[in-house]
């Protein structure tokens, strides 16, 4: 049963420069959020998205954005790319049920993209 | 806000030695305390979670013990190996409607031989 799959796995853009990134959930998943792991620093939480709409939002500016597909995949999309967004990208699927009824271990994580921006 | 602190690394250890990362949290609620686990070129695992207070997550030979009194999650081994080399990341997720998590800033293991 494969895990979750990001894509792409490293990838290098200019300042100002847009960046796709792509994210399949864990078989049986409908849930996916995205995190954004700095260099030396924890994962922080950027959005989740269910039901192809965007659930919950943190800190985070409208230069990232993201979508959900209608088969659970996702993307996360950022422009007017600056030096500091250069991180890794995490991507973690779940079901909503399991977050509803929390008993952890119910996010799945993927290796994640990593974005360097020059 | 809700917010994790943990010790800073590198930690570095000889194998068989004890271990110990300390963990507090800052939280309005009762959140649930995770500890997970980022092997190089990997994505982040689960070690061990716990979901109330007084809790104890256990996996793998690693222990932490939810302690609402002094808010803390410290993760322990009795003997480590090479093979835990790894940063580690506590976290809490504030139960709110998409249970995110709040990470801390992680702590570099490094067991020598």
């Known amino acids: 049963d494969a895990g979750v799959t990001q894509s792409p796995t490293h990838l290098i853009k200019t300042r100002g420069q847009q960046v796709t990134l792509r994210c399949s959930p864990k078989s049986g998943h409908d849930t996916v959020s995205w995190y954004q792991q700095a260099l030396g620093q924890g994962p922080q939480f950027i959005f989740q998205?269910?039901?192809?709409?965007?659930?919950q939002r943190g800190n985070f500016p409208d230069r990232f954005s993201g979508h959900q597909f209608p088969n659970y995949s996702s993307e996360l999309n950022v422009n007017a790319l600056l030096l500091g967004d250069s991180a890794l990208y995490l991507c973690?699927?779940?079901?909503?049920?399991?977050?509803?009824?929390?008993?952890?271990?119910?996010?799945?994580f993927g290796a994640g993209s990593r974005l360097t921006v020059l | 806000g809700d917010s994790v602190t943990q010790m800073e690394g590198p930690v570095t250890l000889s194998e068989e030695a004890f271990l110990t990362i300390n963990c507090t949290y800052t939280?309005?609620?009762?959140?649930?305390l995770f500890w997970y686990v980022q092997y190089p070129g990997e994505g982040l695992q689960l070690l061990l979670k716990a979901t109330k207070a007084d809790d104890k997550g256990s996996n793998k030979g690693f222990e932490a013990t939810y302690r609402k009194e002094t808010t803390s999650f410290h993760l322990e081994k009795g003997s480590v190996q090479v093979s835990d080399s790894a940063v580690y990341f506590c976290?809490?997720?504030?139960?709110?409607?998409?249970?995110?998590?709040?990470f801390g800033t992680g702590t570099l293991l490094a067991v020598q031989p």
């Open positions: 939280a309005t609620g009762y959140p649930s």
């Open positions: 976290a809490l997720s504030d139960g709110g409607a998409t249970n995110k998590l709040i």
């Open positions: 973690a699927s779940s079901t909503r049920q399991g977050l509803q009824v929390f008993t952890g271990n119910v996010l799945t």
């Open positions: 998205y269910y039901e192809e709409e965007e659930r």
